[in-house]
């Protein structure tokens, strides 16, 4: 009963960690839980960052790149 609770709760651990990751919370939890929390950090150190939202002009909603700036 114990090693199923320690496994479970690596699993949340993996899932937490990689909350702002490509798969997000629930993705890597699954991984962790029908593979193993190993496989699921594997995964996790091997998976880039979640892509950020592109920056919109208040205003307008014009996209703004990094080297751009608001046509005016």
Do not use: E
């Amino acid at each position: 009963m114990i090693l199923q609770l320690l496994y479970i709760a690596l699993c949340f651990v993996i899932a937490f960690i990689g909350s702002n990751r490509k798969f997000g919370f629930w993705g890597y939890f699954f991984c962790s839980l029908f593979l193993t929390p190993f496989i699921g950090a594997l995964v996790l150190i091997a998976s880039d960052p979640r892509p950020k939202p592109p920056k919109k002009c208040p205003r307008c909603s014009y996209i703004l790149s990094d080297s751009t700036t608001h046509p005016d």
